[in-house]
């Protein structure tokens, strides 16, 4: 306690005047001060004794213990499972809404349909209405939560790139997907007339994505291909149009050994009954035995039956020539077709369109009853082949087509709007085709001639596109866009197919989004049927006016005067006249005599008076 008491005694006081505080440091060389010396505490220093050597372990890490215990052992060994639409009978095809419709009608039909309805209304539908009064299994708690997808501008980057095998390279005419999106399908073909050379062969491939280096399978067709496209009830059967106007179909359950892979045509139009030009597209129909479309620009479009594929269905033909009716101030003559748009789920099951080399985008009808009602309606517009048609998957209402240096978006099957509502810029390179995206209603994704990829969004900006992509040197020729929308499988002219994966942003629907284009959509068209009207108007009103001159002419014509009318009013005219001229003399003389008045009475400094 001394000890410590006298520790406690040592104190050291520095003092500062208050204005230094906050000045910088300042260190100066002075001589050492002692001041304090505290020497050593003998007693204490007797009690201990000095070790010399001393040693001491330390160890600095942590103590830890091991335990161990068994477990279980599990297996485990993947499973897949399939989901199919149940409960309809085996002879009802659950994939064909035709047949789904037909049997509901029949079983709605019966008598005991009501009685078993009413009888499974009294056991469950108590209990499920006692079960949702106390938990609301429809609620939507996240309603108002729109996806964020501001965190970062909209991209596409390049995940793989199948080139064509062949030595000499063509170029990738068409592409179509797997539904699953796992293989993709691609037609290569020489487009220049007379342009096969030595060396170049006449297979088109299918491809896995997972595998860009080889191809999965080859088709051989009996002249290259400028069409393909995937049966959309059998994932097996590929349909795809020649150069040489023949239809055909594989089946790939049929290829050859692995070491082939090659898959040879199962069956084939015969070339008297095909078309004379190349199928520059095709499309799968929906019906019960499987049918599919295409058009050639020699003018014709046929349906072909898969179960006798020799030739297309007679009554089906349509020889593409609008009737003077419909064609109003179009090009004359038969149109040769180049692209198809169709889609049960979208347009009908009975209704296509059709763009053609003259610019003309025409939509037909399976239904009509003669040649000329089978087309129904004419889109003029573009300069050039319309090489892009297609109906907006989420607004069925509207359609874009791609042709020339443009892309235009229409309203279809509207007796007065027949000019585009919205027009993109003339762009400095041609348009070669385009497509909707099939998860934004907004967006359309179009290539261009200069190897440029466009991605546009119309819920952000119109003017121009959010994302233009340079892919190739060389022009492109051909995109297709998976089902689920993230993904882009883009074509060229040197046989390079890119396959790109699109950004969050471009491929996810924001809240409200497709209420939105639709709202803008019907705006554009309103305002357009609103100056059309008006435009109707000023020219009946012109129209009236000139009416009316004429009669008025022609009045004026009918009431001539004679000499003796004349004359006397051509006498009283001039005297009128003179008498006009001599009351403005006489006023003018007295205004310059009252001028001078004034003037002498300001000179004599006289007093001017208030009424002069």
């Not at 791609?402 to 235009?408: A, E, S």
């Not at 000499?563 to 003389?589: G, H, I, P």
Request: charge should be neutral.
């Amino acid at each position: 306690k001394k000890k410590k008491k006298k520790m406690a005694e040592i104190s050291s006081m520095y003092q500062k005047a208050r204005k230094e505080f906050g000045r910088p440091v300042e260190f100066q060389n002075n001589e050492p001060e002692n001041l304090f010396e505290h020497l050593p505490n003998q007693k204490l220093k007797d009690e201990f004794t000095v070790l010399n050597p001393y040693e001491r372990e330390i160890e600095n890490v942590p103590i830890l213990s091991e335990y161990g215990t068994n477990t279980a052992q599990i297996e485990t060994r993947p499973k897949g499972q399939t989901h199919v639409e149940g409960g309809w009978p085996a002879a009802i095809d659950n994939t064909d809404l035709d047949d789904k419709t037909k049997y509901r009608k029949k079983a709605e039909r019966e008598e005991g349909y009501f009685l078993t309805c009413r009888d499974l209304f009294d056991r469950h539908v108590e209990k499920y209405l006692k079960q949702n009064n106390a938990i609301d299994i429809f609620e939507e708690y996240f309603l108002e939560q729109t996806v964020d997808v501001s965190s970062g501008p909209p991209s596409a980057k390049t995940v793989t790139v199948f080139q064509d095998p062949s030595p000499v390279k063509r170029t990738v005419a068409n592409l179509s997907w797997l539904p699953d999106a796992k293989k993709l399908a691609i037609a290569y073909c020489n487009m220049k007339f007379q342009g096969t050379i030595g060396g170049m062969t006449v297979k088109s491939h299918i491809w896995d994505v997972t595998n860009p280096n080889t191809p999965e399978l080859d088709l051989i067709p009996v002249s290259p291909l400028c069409s393909i496209r995937y049966s959309p009830k059998d994932s097996h059967i590929i349909a795809g149009g020649s150069y040489n106007g023949v239809v055909q179909l594989w089946d790939t359950r049929k290829a050859g050994t692995p070491d082939l892979k090659s898959v040879q045509t199962e069956s084939k139009s015969i070339i008297d009954h095909s078309h004379k030009d190349p199928v520059w597209d095709i499309k799968w129909l929906m019906s019960k035995s499987g049918e599919f479309l295409s058009v050639s620009t020699d003018g014709q479009a046929f349906i072909w039956d898969v179960r006798n594929l020799s030739k297309p269905i007679e009554s089906e033909t349509v020889v593409l020539k609008p009737s003077d009716k419909v064609n109003d101030g179009g090009p004359k003559g038969v149109l040769g077709g180049i692209c198809i748009d169709y889609d049960a789920q979208v347009g009908g099951p009975s209704k296509y369109m059709v763009g053609t080399e003259q610019g003309t985008v025409l939509l037909c009808n399976r239904k009509g009853k003669t040649p000329q009602d089978k087309i129904s309606h004419c889109y003029h517009g573009h300069h050039g082949p319309v090489y892009g048609v297609m109906r907006n998957p989420h607004c069925s209402k509207y359609f874009m087509s791609v042709g020339d240096w443009t892309v235009k978006l229409w309203t279809a099957e509207d007796a007065l709007l027949k000019a585009p509502m919205f027009t993109t810029f003339y762009h400095k390179a041609y348009l070669t085709n385009g497509s909707w995206h099939p998860a934004r209603p907004g967006v359309f994704i179009t290539t261009r001639m200069d190897g440029v990829l466009d991605v546009w969004d119309l819920l952000y900006r119109q003017t121009a596109p959010v994302l233009s992509v340079q892919l190739s040197e060389y022009s492109l020729n051909t995109l297709q866009c998976t089902a689920e929308g993230k993904h882009v499988a883009v074509g060229g002219v040197d046989g390079n197919t890119v396959l790109l994966e699109l950004s969050q942003g471009l491929c996810t629907a924001q809240y409200e989004e497709k209420n939105t284009i639709e709202a803008m959509f019907a705006r554009e068209s309103s305002r357009d049927r609103a100056l059309l009207q008006r435009a109707k108007e000023r020219k009946g009103k012109a129209r009236k006016k000139s009416h009316a001159l004429q009669q008025r002419e022609v009045g004026d014509k009918d009431s001539s005067l004679d000499d003796v009318d004349l004359q006397e009013l051509t006498k009283e005219f001039l005297s009128s006249v003179k008498d006009r001229e001599e009351q403005d003399n006489q006023a003018q003389q007295e205004l310059e005599t009252r001028r001078s008045h004034l003037i002498k009475l300001i000179s004599e400094g006289q007093e001017v008076p208030n009424d002069a």
